[in-house]
């Protein structure tokens, strides 16, 4: 028999309970580091971290998709903007998610502070580490929310009530974050040999997508009343610095930024590391697309995230290989002969499953309509760029849902150039701005060795050239630039949840969702009441719920 007194068994630390002063030896903030790492993929649905359903579904570049509008209906209120409200559950859950990596970063800067480097001799190399890394939590909480509240390491949890989401201006905001990137820029150096670890050229790159979105400034209403040069040419230098390194550049063909065998790439910068097999009880699998996957028997769920049509057209090119800027929308392209038939960029079919043509590049996986959850209400387009083949060794069902282990690109390099061109032409240098949009086009009409049938044979008449000033378009001058480079964006990086946030940052996300409210509610009755509200709808209103854990101290975005 064993007997123990009551004192002995009071004394005892229960095993599985970390206790605080536990979580200070070199090892364990090492530990903690990496935990600050792992809150980029902390997700599941509704409240992704993922920005798709922010930035697309809110854009005019895809249907919410799944189960008719009311499956995963908070998404729905997201894409038709007219009903939307403060108390929306995903989006508390998105602020959540958001200051629960900033608590992570916060304990673990706080332990890193109080550790010598003599005890740990990584330990600058990790506060800009994490410091870039809460960064990032902040600039997306900002892009969403535009007036959130600032905490950092050296703020005693119970001043936490004390912070309001106004106490820093939008300007200041943007300074607070600029100032960690700098920070973890002017602190980091060369890649390593550790995956997805921080290194100098990712802050510079962050750094350069930060001041980007500050130079658009705005008024309290969320209108863009200037643009500051001063960050704009720090913009240009920035992407300068990281092109001159030589670590990265354009892949020969588009397909490989969107395939597992070929991530980590000299295009991907900065990427969400997903893995398999790996100790944990599913791996840490891309969940943002989990439930982006068809309705066959491959795969299982649940169809959400569909390419709108408006998106689809915007493919069609002239019989120049150029953008048809204003009637691309007359028309709808939908079958394997209208991509035939009609000249089109092949980034289409690089971003959008098209039933009767191969899925991800498998000549013998043929996308059908039946594929798709619910095609009466959203369509019988899906969205390719997040998903994989169901034989891919990184592919894994998690019942009823599935993902894969392929990275998710937070920065690439296409997107990087992309900014660089549009700091020229705001600056007012757009012809230094074409050579590098035309680099972006010329990879895009190289990028068609993948779109092949099962005879070997296009499945697209793609046809997608650069632009030649005087020859194949009108003179290079600042308004047709600008309208070249959004246009370059869009097709580029369509469904990665990037186009509402350009459009906020252009000033023009409420004239442009509106537009597309017009035509494509013809296309799909549900849209039929759905309006932008300009001034209010460039940003989500702050959850009603942190507003009452405040204690009215946050207060609430124009026009909420």
Known sequence: MFITSCDDFLNDKPKGAVFDEQLNTPENIEKMVISVYSALGNEWFPYYISLWPYGDLRSGDSYKGGAGTGDVGDWNLFETFVYMRDNVGAIDGRWYQGYKAISRANNALARLNNITSSELPTRDIRIAEVRFLRAHFYFELKILFKHIPYIDETVPTEEYVNISNVELTDKEGWAYIIGEFRHAAESLGEPSDELGRINKWMAKAYLAKALLYAAYEQDEKNNVVSINREKLNEVISLID????SGKYGLSNDFAYNFLWANQNGKESIFAIQHSLSDGTEFGRLDFGAMLNYPMNSEYGCCGFHSPSQNLVNAYKTDENGLPLFDTFNHTSISTPADMLNNNIDP????????????????????????????????????????????????FQKVLPFMSSAKNRDLIRYDDLILWKAEALIEVGRETEALPVINSIRKRASNSTGFLVDANGKATGKFNVVEYKPGENCPAWDKAFAITALRWERRLELALEGVRYFDLVRWGIAAETVNEYFTAEKSRRTYLNEAKCTKNRDEYFPIPKAQIDFSKKLYQQNYGW
Request: aromatic share 14%; with cysteine.
């Open 241 to 244: 610095e990281v092109i001159a």
């Open 347 to 394: 980034r289409l079919l690089h971003s959008v499953a098209i039933p009767g043509l191969p899925y991800k590049y498998d000549p013998g996986f043929v996308f059908h309509e039946t594929w798709t959850r619910q095609p009466e209400t959203y369509g019988a387009y899906m969205s390719l760029k997040e998903v994989e083949l169901p034989d891919c060794p990184c």
